[in-house]
T-cell receptor, first 113, second 111 residues
Framework: SAVISQKPSRDICQRGTSLTIQCQVDSQVTMMFWYRQQPGQSLTLIATANQGSEATYESGFVIDKFPISRPNLTFSTLTVSNMSPEDSSIYLC??????????FGPGTRLTVL | DAKTTQPPSMDCAEGRAANLPCNHSTISGNEYVYWYRQIHSQGPQYIIHGLKNNETNEMASLIITEDRKSSTLILPHATLRDTAVYYCIVSHAGNNRKLIWGLGTSLAVNP
């Protein structure tokens, strides 16, 4: 199994600012993903973080708003740019290998004022 | 990826088996069935997955019908700590696999 940590665990930010969320995996993994979970809702996939190349974004999510980095096989960052209150959500990182299960981090709870 | 249909909520008495159904009638031959759960305020937790054979691990059993159009997750002896939202997801195999999450089933285990 893989253990995933995220930093920060929560933050309160002002409108118009940006926040970078870090995701660290304790072992090398092929796949890393970023999700958003709004209050009372299910998970929505934002993008697949690709090692050494640009992330693959899902419909409705763009690189300018959610830039992602993945410099190696154990680490990724998601930035939420130019935040508005609508960006208040829980952001989750996950990692997996092949057909096996994905492991999830504890999430980052973001509140934008 | 195929879509899934789950009941929005279920109740179960503590110590009894919890049987959570999932319909995935449009599943294709190389799609796996995955089950995850999310306990309140935590990240999702993997439970089990399978292709066509029934599977069992220390957490649960997965029963997939012969035509693969539905499955049932069985928690043999539910405890209060099993109260969570349970998600059934079908997904292709491979390194580019991504999970598309539905609304899941909110399971309440009652004392």
């Amino acid at each position: 199994s893989a253990v995933i940590s995220q930093k920060p665990s929560r933050d309160i930010c002002q409108r118009g600012t940006s926040l970078t969320i870090q995701c660290q995996v304790d072992s090398q993994v092929t796949m890393m993903f970023w999700y958003r979970q709004q209050p009372g809702q299910s998970l929505t996939l934002i993008a697949t973080a690709n090692q050494g190349s640009e992330a693959t974004y899902e419909s409705g999510f763009v690189i300018d708003k959610f830039p992602i980095s993945r410099p190696n096989l154990t680490f990724s960052t998601l930035t939420v740019s130019n935040m508005s209150p609508e960006d208040s959500s829980i952001y989750l990182c996950s990692a997996g290998q092949g057909t096996n299960e994905q492991f999830f981090g504890p999430g980052t709870r973001l509140t934008v004022l | 990826d195929a879509k899934t249909t789950q009941p929005p909520s279920m109740d179960c008495a503590e110590g009894r088996a919890a049987n959570l159904p999932c319909n995935h009638s449009t599943i294709s031959g190389n799609e796996y069935v995955y089950w995850y759960r999310q306990i309140h305020s935590q990240g999702p937790q993997y439970i089990i997955h399978g292709l066509k054979n029934n599977e069992t691990n220390e957490m649960a059993s997965l029963i997939i019908t012969e035509d693969r159009k539905s499955s049932t997750l069985i928690l043999p002896h539910a405890t209060l700590r099993d109260t969570a939202v349970y998600y059934c997801i079908v997904s292709h195999a491979g390194n580019n696999r991504k999970l598309i999450w539905g609304l899941g089933t909110s399971l309440a285990v009652n004392p």
